[in-house]
């Protein structure tokens, strides 16, 4: 029932630019993205809603396939503050307001 | 400005003492959460509260309890902790206001809990 994450982890130079997916085997509502660094909470990053439009700000941006029950976070240009571990939180269509989150992808941003 | 605050944010309990964490909101928010994340892992919803609508996971050990006296302030009680239980324990908060999320659930800073 968990959304597979992927990959599992990356390693980027300053500058590089990666993208995160985040798939699931259920109907989804929503999917939201958060970002977390060692030792401290999750920092929400952008929600995708079905039938929502494609969102971004600064130099991340995310999509949602709704056919494929498929999110994509892609990050650009990356900063050495890009640096943590990523989540997806899905929505289930069938569990309303509850998030279960994806394994994570670590992210290292390398000078 | 803090919106989500758990309290204490690093907690010291003994195989088996009882220990209870709190977490409080200013949002107003009619939904709150409390999930459980250990190292190099996703976190893990425990339960939730929709208003004083109390929502078990299926696999949330008995251990867990959960109390929430009011809309701002929630609890969750470890009854006889093992050292299983030690992880960061994370609060969150969303505003359920039709069938689905409109927004995200807010975080609060954790608290992180060890079992000697």
């Known amino acids: 029932q968990q959304p597979v994450q992927s990959p599992q982890a990356v390693i980027l130079r300053e500058g590089e630019d990666a993208v995160i997916n985040c798939s699931s085997s259920?109907?989804?509502?929503?999917v939201h993205w958060y970002r977390q660094k060692h030792g401290e909470a999750p920092v929400f990053l952008m929600i995708l809603l079905k039938g929502g439009e494609q969102k971004g700000h600064d130099k991340i941006s995310a999509s949602f396939n709704e056919k494929k029950q498929q999110s994509s976070l892609y990050l650009t240009a990356s900063q050495l503050s890009y640096s943590g571990t990523y989540f997806c939180?899905?929505?289930?269509?069938?569990?309303?307001?509850?998030?279960?989150f994806g394994s994570g992808t670590r992210l290292l941003v390398r000078p | 400005d803090a919106m989500v605050i758990q309290n204490p944010r690093y907690q010291v309990t003994q195989f088996g003492k009882p220990v209870t964490l709190s977490c409080s909101q200013t949002l107003n928010h009619n939904v709150m959460y409390w999930y459980q994340q250990k190292s190099s892992q996703a976190p893990k919803l425990l339960f939730h509260y929709y208003d004083k609508d109390f929502n078990n996971e299926a696999d949330t050990p008995d251990n867990f309890q959960s109390r929430r006296p009011n809309t701002s302030f929630c609890f969750l009680d470890i009854r006889s902790p093992g050292l299983g239980d030690a992880a960061m324990y994370l609060c969150?908060?969303?505003?359920?206001?039709?069938?689905?999320?409109?927004?995200?659930?807010?975080f609060g800073p954790g608290t992180r809990l060890t079992v000697l």
């Open positions: 939180g899905t929505e289930r269509e069938d569990s309303s307001y509850k998030l279960i």
């Open positions: 969150a908060t969303s505003d359920r206001t039709g069938d689905y999320s409109t927004d995200t659930q807010y």
């Open positions: 259920k109907a989804l509502y929503s």
